[in-house]
Each structure stands twice: as structure tokens, then as C-alpha cells.
């Protein structure tokens, strides 16, 4: 087993942490505190390739794969998380499409979501479907030419600035689950509302929710087949919930790395307080934890890029990198005291951003049932559909 980074990956680690350091680092602060969404570092970054790296070259990715996603997104988080949540935006209905969508649907909506002319967003969550996902209620009904959408999702990142959603919807009632079908949906279309919402971290993320009323959609806007929806949504959230684990990986280590500089820089009581053994213990467990979610991770993408089934894998991942996250940002915040708790420094972003983890993408909870049913043989993760 090779734990060692190719040269192309590794240029690849470095191109992340240098962006992530001159680009996004100087206005970090400042921007999470104004709400700010920062367009300019967004459409740096597709051209920068930072969201074709799972995207076939012909549709302007560079191919390189899901283990350079993760190295990317992981770098990002580690400066502002809220700045990897575009990864996450503009993957989603890029590699939908790539997987389940029609050649002019490839070349009509891809190549933009890789350079970041276009923002991108995907709807699944409801006000009363969350987890649940086969619970949603959004319509989507048949009419001549088309369908007419109508409903309201809500916790959508890029709702309020997005040019496009991949959005799931209902279209035979009767279904249940196999009811469901997706569609590409152009958001400057009459009987779209938006909406902002207001949340504890990511607050330079713009979030909020998106209504559809009767809003006509054509039926060359429809992903995949009629009935396909759920098991497109499962895969999708499969790619999500990789980029989204690397996220938390880079708040880990963030707030690890804030930890032991202080622990080094702090006196108290005539010696550093890194001298102490509570100190020592804190920190030991946020190397280990974060190190084994980091072989999670890219285990969970080492076989993405295989072509190998890795939902137990990806859940895995998120589940480790979301925990050691939390743990870590929490075990820092302790550690500076009064200056963890101070908005001067990072760490109380670290710590509110960190909790996020926790919940999208599937809460902690969700893998864990995830991870328990396979283990118990009532439902395998990586099962053949």
C-alpha cells in the first residue's frame, strides 16, 4: 500500500495551500463577519481548475480526480471553510450531469459550472424533508412541452446568488422514492423566489431558500429519466459528502495548528503551558484523530478514482472528519481561553464553522446508521444498484 502523493498531486496540494493563502486568508476575518460572498475568489478558483478536478477534459475539467479534489477543498477549509463550500456547489450538478446527463446537457451547462461563469447550486432539502430525503414534496407536474415545478426548499448553499440548481422534485406521487427525478433549473425564471438565511457559522457562504411557484421547466431540462431522481441523489450526495469530509479535514487541522502555537507561545505559571500534560493530552487526540480521518479520506477517494462502489467508505470519512473536526475546534477554543472565545481570532470561527460538519451532507447520525447497517448486514453500503 503507497501512502505516498504523486509529483501531480502533490503540485497539486501546493497550489491549493498557495491560493489558499494569499487569495483567501488576507480577507478571511473580515468577510465572515460582513457575510460577505467574495465573487471574484470564486471565479479565481474555476480558473484555476479548483472545480474540474472530477470533470472530464472534454467539458473543461482537468480530469485529475478526486484525490486532487480533496487535496484542494482541504487546503481551502483550512484557511476559510466557508470558501470550500463552492467545491461542493459547483460539483454537485457538474458531475450529475457527467453521470446521468444528455450530451447537449453536458455541453450546455458543464463547462460553465467548471470556470465559474455560472454558479451553481443543488435543491434537495425541504422545510419538512431533510434526512429523509424520500419524504419531499416539490412537484414537479407534466404539461405540454414540459413540466411546471412547484414547492419550497430551503438550506440551499448559493440559493441567493446562484445562476443554476439541480433540483429534485416529485413527479409521480404514487412512487414513493421512485417518484422522484431531478432537473436543471435556470433561476432567473419567472415564479423563482429567493430567500436569505441566517446561520451560527459559514457565514460568508451565502444560504438560503429557494421557492418555485408554478414555474415552467422544459422537458430537455430533465436529468436522467422520470423515476431516477433518488438513486441520482444518493450517488450525487456520495460526491458531496467526500468534498465535504476533506472540508472538515482542513478545519481539524486548522484549529490544530492554532492549538500548538499558542501552547508553545502561552505562559502561565513560570513554563509554556504546552509543559502541561491536560495541554499535551488535548492536543495528542487531535493529531490522531485528524490523521486517521486524513487515511479515511482519501481511502474514500483513492477509490473514487478507482471506480470502485465507496458509499461505506465516504461515510465512513465524513463521519471521522466531521467528529475530529468538532473535537478539535473545541479542543482549541479551550486551550486559548478568553482568545478562543474572541472574535480577534480565528478559532471561534473554527469552532462555529466546525458544527456544520456535523449536520450537512448527512448528520453524524445518518453514517452512523450507515456504517452500523452495513456492519450488521440489514443494508450494505456499497451494495450493486
Known amino acids: 500500500m503507497d501512502f505516498e502523493l504523486s509529483d501531480e498531486l502533490l503540485a497539486v496540494k501546493e497550489l491549493g495551500r498557495e491560493f489558499a493563502e494569499k487569495e483567501i486568508a488576507p480577507t478571511a476575518a473580515a468577510d465572515d463577519r460582513d457575510h460577505h460572498f467574495r465573487r471574484e475568489t470564486f471565479e479565481k478558483m ?9 470533470v472530464p477534459e472534454a467539458y473543461g475539467g482537468t ?8 487535496l484542494l ?14 467545491v461542493n456547489t459547483q460539483l454537485a450538478p457538474a458531475v450529475t450531469l457527467a453521470r446521468f446527463g444528455t450530451e447537449e446537457q453536458k455541453q450546455r451547462w458543464i463547462p460553465g459550472l467548471v470556470d465559474a461563469s455560472r454558479i451553481g447550486c443543488f435543491a434537495i432539502t425541504e422545510p419538512d424533508a431533510g434526512s429523509d430525503v424520500a419524504s419531499m414534496s416539490t412537484r414537479a407536474v407534466r404539461t405540454d412541452g414540459g413540466y411546471v415545478l412547484k414547492g419550497a426548499k430551503t438550506w440551499i448553499s448559493n440559493a441567493p446568488v446562484a445562476d443554476l440548481a439541480l433540483v429534485y ?3 409521480d406521487p404514487a412512487a414513493a422514492h421512485r417518484g422522484l427525478s ?4 435556470e433561476l432567473d425564471r419567472a415564479g423563482v423566489r429567493r430567500g436569505t438565511l441566517d446561520k451560527m457559522g459559514a457565514l460568508a457562504s451565502p444560504t438560503g431558500t429557494l421557492d418555485f411557484d408554478d414555474v415552467p421547466v422544459p422537458a430537455d431540462h430533465r436529468v436522467g429519466s422520470e423515476g431516477q431522481g433518488f438513486a441520482m441523489c444518493m450517488w450525487q450526495l456520495n460526491q458531496t459528502r467526500l468534498s465535504c469530509a476533506a472540508g472538515a479535514l482542513g478545519v481539524a487541522r486548522a484549529a490544530r495548528e492554532a492549538a500548538v502555537a499558542y501552547a508553545n507561545q502561552r505562559e502561565q505559571f513560570g513554563r509554556k503551558i504546552g509543559r502541561f500534560q491536560m495541554i499535551q493530552d488535548s492536543i495528542a487526540r487531535m493529531i490522531v484523530e485528524e490523521e486517521s480521518a486524513r487515511l479515511l479520506v482519501y ?6 478514482d478507482r471506480g470502485q462502489p465507496n458509499n461505506l467508505e465516504v461515510s465512513m470519512a465524513k463521519y471521522a472528519a466531521a467528529e475530529a473536526a468538532a473535537h478539535a475546534a473545541d479542543g482549541a477554543f479551550k486551550i486559548l481561553g478568553a482568545y ?15 458544527k456544520s460538519y456535523q449536520i450537512v451532507e448527512g448528520s453524524s447520525n445518518i453514517h452512523k446508521l450507515i456504517i452500523a447497517q452495513d456492519a450488521l448486514g440489514y443494508r450494505k453500503a456499497n451494495r450493486q444498484p
Open 63 to 70: 480530469g485529475l480526480g478526486y484525490l486532487a479534489m480533496v
Open 299 to 304: 481511502r474514500a477517494a483513492h477509490l473514487a
Open 340 to 354: 478562543g472565545y474572541s472574535t480577534e481570532f480565528p478559532v471561534e470561527r473554527y469552532l462555529r464553522d466546525a
Open 169 to 171: 422534485a416529485v413527479t
Open 73 to 86: 477543498t482541504e487546503e481551502v477549509a483550512r484557511v476559510h471553510s466557508s470558501v470550500r463550500v463552492h
Open 182 to 185: 431531478a432537473f436543471m433549473v
Open 46 to 54: 474555476g480558473q484555476l481548475g479548483f472545480f474540474g478536478c472530477v
